[in-house]
């Protein structure tokens, strides 16, 4: 968080040269405070060398199917365990498009939630439906699969799917056939599953807008809507920006409610309605059964590239935080 | 003191030591999960009467049985699907596959308003799930199921998208039945499916299939029964056509014997099996056993529970599900267990020395 903030400590004698604080002053002054130091610090670091040596397994155990197929590996389709022929385009495809379908849907709903709860919700509903909307979070992916399979997709097909093709039907996203399992009932489910997340984050980050950003727009004859667009969201837009990338890097990750409904098929489609496949999904599926040592391989290098994006991700992410939070918003240096 | 009566004194010995002075021996075995019901049933049965011996199996999959039984991690292992030739060089020739127990797969559909069970030809079930066939009305459907009305429906294809020793069992048969399955797709845990949505395990064909108006997945036939699903009558290869039960599936073991002789590895298919009455789709599940072990202790153990499994443990199978083996199959696999050695010794002389 912020850093400790630049006071003298009631209590402690002081009698060191002026420049230094004194809480500064007593760090490392014993031998017992080194000690401790030196430990978290070993602590801290044995964190980055793990993601330096779970990059490095993965990379060592991709390395066959790097060798046999190259590049290609990213480009191709076929995924052909039996001629050990192996492409992960349409996984890679499949995760990117179900994880930005889910944050098309949860951002909206997420940030309406987070400025309901902060801005209009009477006093008395806010901790109630907070906790609720939180509590979303605490339900296991395999039971937000089951209820894909047995709620979600009836009622798609029933009452979203029709209308939906009726209106759109003529874009090449809404084409096709509906079978359930789909793009976008991964999508779906997707959003159900990041939306506590960022609504959460969000609820915080608006929270610590200060009262006086409010204040000042009511007083400048802003009604309450105006205040919260022009004057709370752009404050915290940072810790916002921040909470949707969190919501996107749980995405990215989702392996059992996205495996039940997506559909699991090996294919690129630009419709919503077409069954997909995702780089999680896949590695889960198909681990245990990899029995030929380029099989396994291919499903490392499945994992090496959903390393790769996931850390890419949250690069621009960051890079996106840092350019917004020029203005020192808020949130931006917990982020 | 030669072997015999060292082993009767050992054996002496073993039972007047009370309880806890004799060594437990622990087993353990990895692999396939479609037998892992009826194989921790056998091995809880098993340690009962014979509380010295404990035997543990984890079901993590036929192909990561293969791979820890391979790499020496446990005592032995469990596959649907036999291991490749290149698999047994790799450990030197030093495996032994004895069927346990038998399993069918069924092609499961969600068809409304059809009560009768609907009746598909190979070479129509190639093709649906080539996805050459499309509609459940097609002229070749309803030319095998007169009186049926069918409706003008989409056919969906679902098929497992986890790897799996069913899925194997399934494309080995379409494989047999279909020369252009055979050269586009061919057979293995996962395969690249020409159509269809993907559910992970049993459940979730299952409920894919349910869920989907027009679906036909495959499942075992055990979880089809258990869960009331409705499922197709195949023509087998005598012409006859077959509902998978525990007996026809028995009769495609009894079928396929004859093209197995008695000096068989036990790796053969059993899928479109010549049985007037066999099921077209079943298959043994395997018991990965090494032909030689280190520890005689331990492989006479093992052998003597796999012998167990082979005879009493067989009458628990139609019960969990499972179709038990032909019962003209036990002298061969008699004789594949006497000839497991460790330390250049027989670890055991057949049921009389017990």
């Given at each position: ?237 940072a810790g916002?920006i921040g909470?949707i990338i969190l919501?996107l890097g ?60 996931t850390v890419v991700v949250n690069a621009v992410a960051r890079i996106l935080i840092w350019r917004v939070a ?6 931006s240096k917990a982020l | ?354």
């Amino acid at each position: 968080m912020t850093s400790l903030p630049n006071l003298p400590i009631e209590g402690i004698p002081s009698g060191r040269p002026s420049g230094e604080t004194r809480w500064q002053s007593l760090l490392g002054a014993d031998r017992s405070d080194r000690i401790y130091r030196r430990v978290l610090t070993g602590i801290a670091l044995a964190l980055p060398a793990l993601i330096l040596v779970l990059f490095g397994v993965l990379f060592v155990e991709s390395l066959p199917a790097l060798k046999r197929f190259g590049p290609s590996f990213l480009v191709t389709s076929t995924w052909d365990p039996v001629a050990e022929v192996y492409g992960a385009a349409p996984m890679i495809f499949g995760t990117l498009a179900s994880s930005f379908l889910a944050l098309l849907i949860a951002v909206p709903l997420a940030l309406s939630v987070a400025i309901f709860l902060t801005e209009f919700a009477p006093r008395w509903l806010r901790q109630p439906v907070a906790f609720l909307v939180e509590l979303l979070a605490a339900i296991p992916s395999v039971v937000y699969g089951t209820w894909g399979i047995f709620v979600l997709i009836p009622f798609l097909r029933t009452y979203v799917v029709p209308p939906l093709k009726a209106v759109l039907g003529w874009t090449p996203f809404f084409n096709g056939v509906f079978y359930g399992n789909s793009l976008l009932a991964g999508g779906i489910i997707l959003a159900i599953m990041i939306v506590p997340y960022i609504a959460a984050v969000s609820r915080e980050v608006l929270l610590a807008v200060p009262t006086s950003q409010r204040e000042a727009a009511l007083a400048m004859g802003a009604t309450r809507w105006e205040a919260v667009r022009s004057a709370v969201l752009p404050y915290g837009r940072a810790g916002l920006i921040g909470a949707i990338i969190l919501g996107l890097g749980r995405a990215l990750g989702e392996t059992m409610a996205v495996t039940m409904v997506i559909g699991n098929r090996h294919d690129i489609g630009i419709s919503v309605f077409q069954p997909a496949y995702t780089m999680a999904a896949a590695i889960a599926n198909e681990f245990s059964e990899a029995t030929t040592d380029m099989y396994l391989s291919a499903l490392f290098e499945v994992g090496l590239i959903l390393f790769v994006v996931t850390v890419v991700v949250n690069a621009v992410a960051r890079i996106l935080i840092w350019r917004v939070a020029k203005d020192a918003a808020v949130g931006s240096k917990a982020l | 003191m030669n072997r015999t009566t060292f082993l009767a004194l050992a054996a002496l010995l073993g039972a007047a030591v009370p309880g806890g002075a004799t060594a437990q021996t622990q087993l353990n075995g990895a692999g396939a999960t479609f037998p892992n019901i009826i194989y921790q049933n056998w091995m809880l049965a098993y340690n009962q009467t014979h509380p010295d011996v404990k035997l543990n199996y984890q079901s993590i999959g036929s192909g990561g049985g293969i791979r820890q039984f391979s790499d020496g991690t446990v005592d032995f292992g469990g596959t649907d699907a036999p291991m490749t030739d290149s698999a047994i060089a790799a450990i030197g020739g030093n495996v032994l596959h004895i069927p346990t127990v038998l399993g069918a797969v069924v092609a499961a559909y969600n068809l409304e308003g059809v009560a009768q069970p609907v009746r598909l030809t190979s070479d129509v079930l190639a093709d649906i799930f080539l996805g050459k066939v499309t509609k459940w009305n097609d002229a070749r459907i309803a030319s095998i199921n007169s009186g049926v009305t069918l409706p003008n429906q989409d056919i969906i294809v679902v098929h497992r998208s986890d790897g799996s020793g069913t899925s194997f069992v399934w494309t080995d048969y379409l494989s047999k039945v279909s020369p252009e399955w055979s050269q586009k797709v061919g057979k293995g845990p996962s395969v690249n499916w020409p159509v269809g949505l993907g559910g992970r395990g049993n459940e979730g064909v299952a409920a894919t299939v349910r869920q989907t108006p027009g679906a036909i997945g495959y499942v075992e036939l055990g979880y089809a029964l258990i869960n009331k699903m409705p499922f197709a009558t195949l023509r087998n290869q005598s012409g006859n056509f077959v509902v998978a039960s525990l007996e026809s599936v028995t009769a495609a073991a009894a079928g396929a014997m004859k093209d197995m002789g008695a000096t068989t590895d036990f790796r053969v298919s059993i899928t479109n099996s010549a049985g007037a009455q066999a099921y077209p789709a079943a298959s043994f599940t395997w018991l990965l056993i090494h032909k030689t072990y280190d520890d005689s202790a331990k492989a006479r153990a093992l052998v003597q529970f796999v012998w167990w499994a082979e005879n009493d443990g067989q009458a628990k199978a139609p019960e969990l599900g499972y179709a038990p083996l032909p019962k003209e199959l036990r002298p061969w696999i008699q004789t594949r267990l006497k000839s497991i050695t460790a330390g250049g010794r027989a670890v055991w002389k057949g049921p009389a020395t017990e």
